[in-house]
Each structure stands twice: as C-alpha cells, then as structure tokens.
C-alpha cells in the first residue's frame, strides 16, 4: 500500500520549473531520501507534500486522501525542520505538547503522548530541561519527537543533520532511521550528502533538475547508476570517453583512446558503431599493476598523476588524455596498508572485470555539485 503518490508534480517560480512533471510513490513504513545538488528541487518538493507551498499542477496522495488542496495544519504530516525550528522559551516537554495542545488533544492525553515522544528519542530524563541547555544531537532528537507525538501518517525531514558536526552526525544517522523504523512510520528525507542518504535510505530519489533521474535502492544506484548525473553524483566514478568500435559476445568494444575496453551490451542496447559513449566502473573495482589482461577483464595504462592518502586507503589519480578540453583525471581507490603509493608519473596498467563496467550514450553530463 503506498502511503504517499505524487502525480505530474510542478512547480515555477516566473517561467522556471523548480519541479518539472514529477511522479513518485512510497510506500508506508519505507524510508526515502531525496538526494541531489542544491537547487533540483528537493526542499520545494518537500514543502509541497507538507502544504507549504503550493503546485501549480498535479496532485499529491496520502494513503487514500488527495491532500492537494488541504491546508498544512489538516494534512496531518510531521516535519522537522534544518534549524528544527525549537521553540527556545519553552521546556523540551512543552515543546513536544505545542502541537498536541494547537490539536486540540485532551490535557491527559498530551502528558501521555510526550511521555511516549521522550520515550522514543531516550530522553525521557530531560522533559523539563530547557531547549538552550541541550547539545544539538539532543536538539534534533526533540524536534523528532515533537514531529512522532502527534503520530502523522507521514515524516518529512528538511537536512535535519546538516548542523551537526561528522562525528555526532555519523551517530544520529543510524539513531534517527531506526527511530523512525521502531515508530513504523513513513519518512521522507531531503539531504545532499550522497554518504548520508547511502546509510539511511531504503530507496533513494536522486534528482536533477526538478525530475528524478534514477528512484531505486542504494545498493542499484550505487552498483548500476542509471544515467551519468547519478553517476557522478553517488559515490566517485573513473570514467573514459570513448567510441563504439563493433559489438562482440554481448559486449560493445569501445575505443578510449587509452585502449580498448569491453562493456555489457545489456547497460546500453541502443548502441551503434561510431556511437559517442562514456564508460565508467567505481574506483574500489580497479586493480593496479595487473601483467596482462586476462579473460573477462578491462586493461588500460595510464600515468599517476597524483596520490591522496585518506587513512584506511588511498586514491590515486591518473592522468586521462583528453579531446579538446585537456587531460582528465581518473580516480583509483587502494588500501593503504598495501605499501607505499604510486610515484607520480610512474605508468601503471589499471585492472577491472568487464562485468563491473558501466557505458552510457555520450551527451551532456552534469557535474555533481
């Protein structure tokens, strides 16, 4: 059963679509982020679900219920806001009631409800304590409860991490997904930060430009990007350019200009000889210093053009020859415990399965912000 659809969604500001003709369904229970650059569309989008703003077409359902044109406060939708929107002269007790009170709920019923919110967040010991005198993890887990107490059909949460620094961020992460997991509800989650969305997500919308351009899994869109602004936008990528020199065992041959290499015909059907494409395979799938190309596997040689040490590995970045616009780079990923990183210059053959190799038609592809 879904518990949001949205239909042919659109929204202008002037003759600018921000939301261009969006459909989307989400089922209940599910956690779904909205992942993209800053202005695709995402904190509009969410403010159209919450009544906020309003569409200029389309519709918007929750569970059985066209909430269209219902106003914010009777759509019965929980949000929490990036600045969680606390207010400071009240305790963390009456902040969770102001929205039970603004109801109408019985004086009874909210003692119990905010006892039942404290409960879910595990800050049953701070009711009376002042928001100003809470840390901001502590914070972001109050404007949860205060958006889980009057137990909407829907949560909507607006980068409610971003102001945390990575250490508690990283923490929060997992405690707010299976918060919101233990309370059964449907949340939908508006971030930028491809990591963030990676670790909490069920599925992920990855959006571009007001439309969504790829809405499957983490493991899907990380594994098979299904065009090249989510490839560059989830996760690092090495990427080539090349030509389609002829098809053979169910996989195009693409001539890079670095060497040949073989991609699934099943990632690109379409394809015809001299096609434009661009190949891409994730940075962790390459291997360095490989003597030959063996069977089922890609083989090109490039030199280092520079090494980046990052703790448990190390990228490595090589030096692509370009076509007019110069050389590129492209980013190999190595543990760092395997000895002392490449010299730059030094020309290395990089190693990857053919099976692990992504190819797309050659067009205009966005830079990820």
Known sequence: MSSLQLHGIVKRYGSQPVVDGLDMAIAAGEFVSLLGPSGCGKTTL?????????????????????????????????????????????????????????????????????KAALASVQLQALGDRPISALSGGQQQRVAVARALATRPRLVLLDEPLSALDRKLRETMQIELRQMLRDAGMTAIFVTHDQDEALVMSDRIAVMNRGRIEQFDTPEAIY?????????????????????????????????????????????????????????????????????????????????????????????????????????????????????????????????WAVEDTLIYAAGTTPAAA
């Open 46 to 114: 969410l403010r159209i679900i919450a009544g906020l703003a309003p569409c200029d077409a389309g519709r918007v359902v929750v569970g059985d219920t066209d909430v269209t044109a219902l106003a914010a406060h009777r759509r019965n939708i929980g949000v929490v806001f990036q600045s969680y929107a606390l207010f400071p002269h009240l305790t963390v007790g009456e902040n969770i009631a102001f929205g039970l009170r603004a109801r109408g709920t019985p004086r009874g019923e909210v003692a119990a409800g905010v």
């Open 223 to 351: 594994a098979r990007p299904g065009t090249p602004f989510a490839l560059n936008f989830v996760g690092l990528s090495a990427q080539l350019r090349g030509t389609v020199a002829g098809a053979e065992d169910g996989c195009w041959l693409v001539d890079t200009g670095s060497g040949t290499v073989r991609a699934p015909m099943a990632c690109a059907p379409g394809l015809a000889p001299g096609a434009a494409v661009l190949v891409g395979v994730r940075p962790e799938m390459i291997a360095l210093g490989a003597p030959a190309t063996a069977q089922g596997r890609n083989r090109v040689v490039l030199a280092v053009a520079e090494t980046v040490y990052r703790g448990a590995n190390r990228l490595v970045y090589f030096d692509v020859p370009g076509s007019g616009a110069g050389p590129g780079r492209l980013p190999v990923e190595m543990p760092a415990h395997l000895g002392a990183a490449p010299r730059t210059g030094e020309r290395l053959a990089l190693d």
